[in-house]
């Protein structure tokens, strides 16, 4: 039985995945920096062994490493807010090199290149906004510390693949949704705000800028893409997306149709400067015929079945 260690195993993405490894019969570990709160499991996902640990801690990792000797390993532990990162450029910087770079000293410090497989999930925002549609080749101009360290962290890992024979993969995620997401983000934001909004609990949706457009997959499609990027015999990068670009107005106008609100867009939505990200991306497409071509993957649940899927999850709530 293959043993799989998923670090971040308290996010949205590490939620998912370590279930989706247990149900394919791993023996899973999680990883987070804090004990998790697991009891409310509105998905019922399968739960992996937890341990508490802090992955920018050196020895801490690689005396786990070498205890549990994993054969594949998932960092999913870091930073993921794009608007914080504004706010604390330097532990945001921290969260997300500083773990992958403890991560591939161990595997090469240990002399375990060729018995273990890392993923690293990259990040779209690498990219900066672009109308283009974005693969692996396409050039990279981060435009938050986020962006920026993300960027640090896939060429850290560039690096040890070419130079030290580290197995680790990424996947260049784009924008992936799940019933899992906090408000902090903003398209579970607003599916829960138009809810709250048709249940006569709130009377406005409050955002920075509406001229956004992302492409946006269900975390639950992505979760898989990962799984087979790390199960190939050559490691690599691959761009994980829809292939589609939507923007907040879509999400909105889908919504509201949904849920029957009959209210005019202009009394719905409030747009409030302050809200607004210093250096905002426009728009980001993702072109995944790489990962479309080569390994068969490809986003299966579409944009509608993603609004649905929140939609009925935040009702459930009420």
Request: with cysteine; glycine share 8%.
């Given at each position: 039985m293959k043993r799989a260690l998923v670090l971040g195993a308290t996010g949205?993405?590490?939620q998912l995945l370590s279930n989706f490894l247990s149900?394919?019969?791993?023996?899973?570990f999680g990883v987070s920096r804090n004990n998790p709160d697991w009891s409310e499991n509105p998905l019922k996902l399968d739960r992996p062994t937890h341990i508490k640990l802090d992955i920018?801690?050196?020895?801490e990792l690689s005396s786990l490493i070498e205890a549990i000797k994993p054969q594949e390993i998932y960092n999913l532990s870091a930073s993921s807010s794009v608007s914080s990162s504004f706010s604390d450029p330097v532990g945001t910087t921290s969260s997300n090199v500083l773990g992958i770079l403890n991560l591939l000293n161990s595997i090469k410090n240990f002399k375990l290149e060729k018995a273990v497989k890392?993923?690293?999930?990259?990040?779209?925002?690498?990219?900066?906004?672009?109308?283009?549609?974005l693969n692996e080749n396409s050039p990279m101009f981060p435009r938050s510390p986020y962006g920026v360290a993300k960027l640090t962290a896939h060429q850290i890992c560039v690096q040890y693949r070419n130079e030290f024979g580290v197995q680790v993969?990424?996947?260049?995620?784009?924008?992936?949704?799940?019933e899992l997401r906090s408000t902090q983000f903003v398209f579970q934001k607003i599916i829960h705000s138009l809810v709250e909004i048709s249940l006569g609990r709130r009377k406005s949706l409050e955002l920075g800028n509406l001229n956004i457009?992302?492409?946006?997959?269900?975390?639950?499609?992505?979760?898989?893409?990962?799984?087979?990027?790390?199960?190939?015999?050559?490691?690599?990068d691959y761009v994980?997306?829809?292939?589609?670009?939507?923007?907040?107005?879509?999400?909105?106008?889908?919504?509201?149709?949904?849920?029957s609100l009959k209210k005019d867009f202009e009394s719905l939505v409030h747009i409030d400067p302050l809200l607004s990200r210093p250096l905002d991306i426009e728009r980001t497409w993702g072109d995944p015929s790489r990962i479309n071509s080569e390994l068969g993957w490809r986003s299966t649940t579409s944009f509608e079945e993603l609004i649905d899927k929140m939609i009925k999850f935040n009702l459930s709530k009420f």
């Open positions: 949205q993405d590490g149900k394919s019969g791993y023996t899973v920018t801690r050196y020895q890392i993923f690293h999930p990259s990040s779209s925002d690498m990219f900066g906004s672009s109308n283009l549609q993969s990424t996947g260049i995620l784009f924008n992936h949704e799940s457009y992302r492409d946006w997959g269900y975390a639950g499609d992505y979760i898989q893409a990962i799984h087979t990027i790390l199960q190939q015999t050559k490691p690599s994980v997306a829809t292939g589609n670009s939507h923007s907040l107005v879509e999400i909105i106008i889908q919504s509201c149709q949904k849920l």
